[in-house]
């Protein structure tokens, strides 16, 4: 019986250093396991957290001193809140997606006035933090110099009692985005220059083109007053050429009609002398010398020559002025004309530059 026993006692004993061997081994594993987890995490370049359900930090890898500056055993046990830019706090509780967040802000930050909300109770976080879905947001952590630090935060609900969250550094990209806003800002103002230099060179083009206008029709009126002056020119030419022989004639017929009235009076004195009785031979010498004097064959063959040139260039004379008048005083309505005239009219105008 006692053989027996202590073959049984052996037996459990053996099989108590078998369990206890794969514990051990079982421990061993995972605690290589983790090991190699966590080198693994401290070799990321990413800010790898995890808070209680209270937002305190449990865990921090070496990624967080170098992107925030703040020393790892400092930072653990410290609320999230209190390294969060105080404008954002209110984006990280979006981040967390937590319908009672606002009580942990409320809580880590140590701020309490009337009518604030009350911390986040033991029974508060078992019913708002159980584990939940991936939540992600751009927001603002406060370096150890007091600069703000763009990150992307990513984090989950692992259990009631946990969180992990990741932060990627996001200071390159908006460096980046800032770069390229000041860029744009600086490319409108740019523009809003060139479009004012555009706008006062237009209004500059657009002044010197009235300018140019106006210049124009004072030259086109300068060259119409020209073109008058030119026609007034020809037209008075041509009317001053049959006025002298005008007035040659009318004073030559002047001439002769003095003549001829002193002639007459001659033949009225002889008539006088006739009737009276008187010897009218000595007044007919007299009337000889004054027929001799007048001329009276000239006068037969070259005064009525004169009368007819005369006529004729008062005929021109009226011509043209009845021309000029036509002339300068044209139709603007449309309507039918008779075109001989019209060239016959412009002709007489224009005679003097191509006669």
Sequence with gaps: MNKQ????????????ELEIQSRYRLIEALSSSERKSRQRVEKLQEVVFET???????????????LLGHPLEASLGQPLTAFVWEE????????????????????????EHEGAPSPLTHDDAEKYTHPGPLNDGEIRFTHADGSPVWVSLSSIRIDKNLRLGILHDLMERKQAESAIQRANDKLEVRIGERTTELREANAQLVQQMQERQRMEQELQLAHKLEAVGQLAAGVTHEINTPMQFIGDNVHFLHEAFD???????????LKNAVHKGDNGL???????????SADLDYLREHAPRAIDRTLDGISR??????????????HNDKAPIDIN???????????????
Aim: proline share 1%; glycine share 4%; aromatic share 6%.
């Design 259 to 269: 003549d001829l009235l002193g002639l007459i009076e001659h033949y009225a004195t």
């Design 52 to 66: 209680d359900a209270q937002g305190r930090l449990l865990f921090l890898n070496k990624a967080w001193e170098t």
């Design 341 to 355: 005239a019209a060239i016959q009219t412009t002709l007489t105008v224009v005679r003097n530059e191509y006669k």
């Design 317 to 330: 004379v009226c011509s043209i002025v009845s021309a000029m008048k036509v002339f300068s005083h044209p």
């Design 282 to 292: 000595a007044l007919l010498a007299t009337i000889e010398v004054a027929e001799a």
């Design 88 to 111: 954002d706090r209110a984006q990280l509780a979006h981040c967390f997606s937590c319908e009672h967040f606002e009580r942990c802000l409320q809580s880590n930050s140590g701020e």
């Design 5 to 16: 026993i202590d073959s049984q006692t052996e037996d459990l004993r053996e099989q108590g």
